[in-house]
Structure formats: C-alpha cells, structure tokens
C-alpha cells in the first residue's frame, strides 16, 4: 500500500488536493476541494468524525496514534483558519445543515 505523506494536487490545477491526516488509521487522507463560487471544502474522512471531538479536543477510543491524530487536528484547524468550511464525516447534526443536491455547491 502507498501512502501519501504530502500533500498531493490531484489534478495540478488546486481544484482537489489530497491531504495526509494520519492517526485514526495510517494513511488517512482528507481532500481539501475548492469551488469556483462556494469556496474551500476540507472533506476530513475519519480524521473528524463529529465537530465536537475537534472542538473539545477528543481523541476517539479507535485511533491508532494519537499523536498524529492531534497533530491532524492541527492541520485541520489550520485549514480551516485559511477560509476553509470543515466536512466531519459522520456528524449527523452538520449533515442536517449542509445544502443538498447538485445544485447546491459550485
């Protein structure tokens, strides 16, 4: 298996740029996706399951580093500080809140 370790532009254009967040998992990645008009997107995969656990800095019992873990959720606020709207991925409560259908972002 390949691991990226850098972060990886897709495309070379900055439209989808692939993003190392280990510590749940090695190799997890997130992708970091900017839209012509809605702006920056980072998808975090399971490197932020639910907002809480980035807010109130929670380690979830199924990480397998969790010093890497910490330093994506670095990373993450990182990003996020630039301008980017941050995708948990299993946040229920987000999911509810974000526009829906293929019109909804562009």
Known sequence: MKVIEQQTDLFDD???TL???PGHTPG???ALVKLDRSGEF???SDALSIRTNLDQEI????TKNTEQFL?????IRRIEKAGATI??????AQWESLRK???AYD
Do not use: R
């Open 28 to 30: 997890t990645l997130g």
């Open 42 to 44: 980072l998808l975090t």
């Open 14 to 16: 900055g439209k989808i």
């Open 87 to 92: 995708i948990c991925s299993h946040d229920s």
């Open 59 to 62: 380690v979830p019992k199924n």
């Open 19 to 21: 993003i190392p967040l």
């Open 101 to 103: 259908g293929m019109d």
């Open 71 to 75: 330093q994506s959720f670095a990373e």
